[in-house]
């Protein structure tokens, strides 16, 4: 597996590549456990799939501030139905592909959604973003 090109973006965990052929997340993850001496999950995505998040808009023109959970996989459609079916007040979720975006509807401390809600109902582990940040990496790295 040779990488190259690598850097990391913002500190949090964010890493962009060039590969020559496409690495298998899994592989990744063994030589980070190796490397490092404990399990770090890998949410591998394309330039071409950043870039598509970056630019998707699932709210329209509603404003708020809005977040992306990265997904391992896309997640079983029962369960989306039952993730969709947790939100309360302004909030607003949205489910495409492997991603599950967040509009805030008001002061993240008046939210009723929670991460750990999108983990339990999925049955799969998230990273979260900004879009913001989606969108600068996309911008610095991948247009």
């Known amino acids: 597996m040779a990488l190259t090109n690598v850097d990391t973006f913002i500190a949090s965990g964010n890493v962009i590549f060039d590969a020559g052929m496409p690495p298998r997340p899994d592989e990744i993850e063994a030589a980070l456990e190796v490397e490092f001496g ?8 394309t330039a071409a799939e950043v870039i598509a998040v970056a630019d998707l ?3 329209g023109d ?3 501030p809005v977040e992306v ?5 896309a ?3 029962e369960a989306v139905d039952e993730l969709l079916a947790t939100i309360r007040g302004t909030d607003q ?3 495409v592909g492997a991603e599950v975006y967040w509009l ?3 002061p993240r401390g008046e939210s009723t959604h929670q991460e750990a809600t999108v983990v339990k109902i999925l049955g799969m582990p998230t990273t979260r973003r ?6 600068r990496i996309a911008d610095r790295y991948l247009r």
């Open 38 to 45: 404990f399990a770090i999950p890998i949410y591998l995505r």
């Open 57 to 59: 808009r699932p709210f």
């Open 62 to 64: 509603s404003e708020g």
């Open 69 to 73: 959970s990265f997904l391992p996989a």
């Open 75 to 77: 997640p079983d459609p």
């Open 93 to 95: 979720l949205a489910v």
């Open 104 to 106: 805030l509807g008001g």
């Open 130 to 135: 900004s879009i913001r940040t989606v969108q």
